[in-house]
């Protein structure tokens, strides 16, 4: 059964920087498929932000790509997103997700509530 | 930039048929993907490529794309589908596209 789980600071400064991690299990990361995050602010709707291959091939979401950065650490089995200059428009619940061939997120983490606040 | 239009709320009395739409240009050249959202949970697939269902998923739902509208069908609908439900595409310019997302409520 795929596994992924976020993990990160819940609280990040304004114009600091958030970094989260998705660790998978049950699957290799390196074998196929995308693997993607996904932000749901309070209230609102589901926001893609991005989606990368373990070969490196990235997408960003138009409005994210001057700010987002997704990387991964095939020996952890783990992702990583880091989105710089964060504003309080960045107050989200992040979800990682597993993107698959059939162009749909068929897995998902429990989500993680990152609240930019002072 | 590409988007998709659902409408904000959706009633439907027990045992009736809900219809959630999800509107885009051109949306039936692409495919669809439907996720019910309880609240406090993460989103599941209810649907993917447009009219399949993933193992596990009732078969009260169901699914159609054509033209610029693409449609969720839920017959019989039971309590335990209120929900909100997002529609979700992939287009080339704006790569993984979802739309704003649609409470049902079952009266």
């Known amino acids: 059964q795929v596994q992924l789980q976020e993990s990160g600071p819940g609280l990040v400064k304004p114009s600091e920087t958030l970094s989260l991690t998705c660790t998978v299990s049950?699957?290799?990361?390196?074998?196929?498929?995308?693997w993607g995050w996904i932000r749901q602010p309070p209230g609102k709707g589901l926001e893609w932000i991005g989606s990368?291959?373990?070969?490196?091939?990235?997408y960003y979401h138009p409005s994210l790509k001057s700010r987002a950065t997704m990387s991964i650490d095939a020996a952890k089995n783990q992702f990583s997103l880091r989105l710089t200059s964060v504003t309080a428009a960045d107050t989200a619940v992040y979800f990682c997700?597993?993107?698959?061939?059939?162009?749909?997120?068929?897995?998902w983490g429990q989500g993680i509530l990152v609240t930019v606040s002072s | 930039s590409y988007e998709l239009t659902q409408p904000p709320s959706v009633s439907v009395s027990p045992g009736q048929t809900a219809s959630i739409t999800c509107s885009g240009d051109?949306?039936?050249?692409?495919?669809a993907s439907w996720y019910q959202q309880r609240p406090g949970q993460s989103p599941v697939v209810v649907l993917y490529?447009?009219?399949t269902r993933p193992s596990g998923i009732p078969e009260r739902f169901s699914g159609s794309n054509s033209g610029n509208t693409a449609t969720l069908t839920i017959s019989g609908t039971q309590a335990m589908d209120e929900a909100d439900y997002y529609c979700?595409?992939?287009?080339?310019?704006?790569?993984?596209?979802f739309g704003g997302g649609t409470k049902l409520t079952v009266l």
């Open positions: 997700a597993r993107y698959s061939t059939s162009f749909v997120f068929d897995y």
């Open positions: 049950g699957y290799s990361i390196s074998s196929d498929f995308y």
């Open positions: 990368r291959y373990h070969s490196g091939t990235t």
């Open positions: 051109k949306l039936g050249d692409k495919y």
């Open positions: 490529q447009d009219i």
């Open positions: 979700q595409a992939w287009d080339s310019s704006t790569y993984v596209v």
